[in-house]
């Protein structure tokens, strides 16, 4: 009886151990996820605050240090969860006001091999490349994005910034 009872009691610890680490592991996550979104938020109240705050008062200086600190907000937010969409973007950004637009426009990239659909990426991306006079690959993402829609309105607005993309090409803009 008393071997029964032992390794009843054996059992139910090892079972109670189980569930307090499935518990553990269960907030851990929950704590990542929270980090996730914590970082990104840290990082647009940075990146808001250089942008509509000190840029418009000439403050460069105070506004890249917000900058520096957006741009490391986000990378943590990306140490938790690289797939992180929004802290992609938002790092993204961040580097494009910054005008160093052809980071930019690889997380632009970044982000439409996460999401093939998000149509305003390749726009950015676009946007981003010609800015850094690479033309070729701001025209190579515009032609993706129009084969990603059937929509004769979106096509017709796509056609005009690959029209715009070529003149400026030949300006060399």
């Known amino acids: 009886m008393l071997k029964k009872t032992l390794l009843f009691f054996l059992v139910f ?28 938020q840290q990082g647009l109240s940075h990146f808001k605050r250089g942008v ?24 943590k937010a990306l140490s ?36 093939p659909y998000a149509l305003d990426a390749y726009m950015y991306a676009a946007s981003a490349f010609e800015r850094a006079q690479r033309y070729d690959d701001a025209r190579t993402q515009i032609e993706t994005a129009r084969s990603k829609t059937t929509d004769p309105e979106i096509i017709e607005k796509l056609n005009g910034y690959l029209e715009e993309i070529e003149r400026r090409a030949q300006q060399g803009e």
Not at 88 to 112: G, I, S
């Open 80 to 115: 938790i969860n690289p797939d992180n969409a929004e802290a992609l973007r938002n790092l993204a950004r961040v580097h494009a006001v910054q005008k160093d637009f052809l980071l930019a426009a690889e997380l632009y990239v970044k982000l439409t091999e996460l999401n």
């Open 13 to 40: 610890i090892m079972i109670s151990a189980g569930w307090g680490l499935v518990g553990h592991a269960a907030n851990e996550m929950t704590t990542d996820i929270s980090d996730e979104a914590y970082y990104n």
């Open 52 to 75: 509509y705050e000190l840029s418009p008062q000439q403050r460069k200086k105070e506004a890249v240090q917000e900058y520096r600190l957006a741009i490391q907000a986000f990378k």
